[in-house]
Each structure stands twice: as C-alpha cells, then as structure tokens.
C-alpha cells in the first residue's frame, strides 16, 4: 500500500547522504550535471540486485504464518530505529572527495552500480524496510514489495539527480556550514525514529 508514511520514510532515507550520494555529489561538483545524472541512475540501477534478494526471501517468509509477519514488522521498525541512531551520531560528518571523477558516461554509470551492488547494508535494508509497509491483506504481498520497490527507486533517481544537479551551486555550503547540515541530519534521524515507533505500533 502506498502510504504518506512509506513516501516520507523513503524520502528521509534518501536524503541522507551514503556512499552513492557521495559519489554523486562529487561527480556533479567535478564535472557537468549530465555526469551526474549519469552517477544517479547507476545508483538507482545498483539497487535492484538487492530489491530483488529481498523481496524473494521475504514472499518465502512471508507466506508461513501472520506470526512471522508481525516479528519481521517490529524487527525492521528496529532496524530503522537503529539507522535514525547512526544519523544521529554521525551527523555532521559529511566528507566530500575533490578528486577527478571518471569522464566516461559508461564508466561513471558502472562504478555508480557497483558501488551500492557490493553494499551488503542494502540487503538488510530491504529486508527490514519492505515488511512495513505491505498489507496483511494484500492479493499480492510479492507485487505489492514490487510496487514500492520501484517506487522507491524513483524517488532514490530524482533525489541523487538532484543532489548532482544542485552540487556546483552548494558546493561552499556543503564544505563550509557543518553546523546547519549537522542540524538537519539530525532532524531527518528524529522523523525516521517517529515513523519507526508508529509503523511498529500500527495494525498494518
């Protein structure tokens, strides 16, 4: 089910900067916004490998019985609790790499995939992302995992292009106001936290 909730917890996920927002962000305030979004979409493409571990594995849990279901629902509201923890702590700590990025549209959409492709954290996500926001009652659980699966790549592409796009007219404000991007990495930790408490509390 496609829910405010799921649109804003993706939204507040994505927007935390990770290693393929790095690589974008560097590649967007190292060469021209075309090889930034070039940078996005093989960040988006280095997802789907892990979408689909997960929402194999989960449809086989899944169908045992509504115990399982519940247990996989608390352990991922768990598991984004402990990631609005992580933002919390490591707040403010954003690095960005001046070297020379690749110019190469191919080599840049390569790199981007494999970069979130050897995350192994991606998997774990999905797995405890996924749960929280299928119904019970779905026809479907495994089409309806696909459905916001897609949906949160789009949302991963059109946040990372930004990020890309946007990287030569932050860039001093990246490097230089610790302070109020620690502010707001914080503030995304508390949300994220909210929706945690919430999702694990509701009758979903």
């Not at 279901?69 to 490591?90: H, I, Q, T, V």
């Not at 796009?165 to 930790?189: D, E, H, P, V």
Request: net charge positive.
């Amino acid at each position: 089910m496609l829910s405010p909730e799921f649109l804003l917890t993706s939204l507040v996920v994505v927007l935390v900067p990770g290693t393929g927002a790095i690589y974008t962000i560097t590649t967007g305030l190292t060469l021209k916004w075309r090889a930034s979004l070039a940078a996005a979409f093989g960040c988006t493409l280095g997802i789907v490998p892990h979408i689909l571990a997960s929402i194999l594995g989960l449809s086989a849990l899944m169908n045992m019985s509504a115990q399982v279901f519940s247990l996989m629902k608390l352990a991922g509201a768990a598991y984004l609790l402990y990631l609005a923890w992580n933002m919390w702590r490591e707040a403010g700590k954003l690095e960005l790499s001046q070297r020379n990025a690749e110019t190469d549209t191919k080599r840049i959409i390569v790199r981007a995939i494999a970069i979130n492709l050897l995350n192994p954290k991606l998997t774990i996500f999905f797995f405890a992302f996924l749960p929280l926001f299928t119904s019970k009652d779905a026809v479907s659980p495994t089409m309806e995992m696909v459905a916001l699966s897609a949906v949160f790549m789009i949302i991963t592409f059109v946040v990372f292009a930004g990020y890309g796009i946007l990287a030569s007219g932050i860039r001093s404000y990246l490097l230089n106001s610790a302070t109020a991007m620690k502010r707001l990495q914080r503030a995304f930790a508390v949300i994220l936290a909210g929706f945690a408490v919430e999702l694990a509390l509701s009758e979903r």
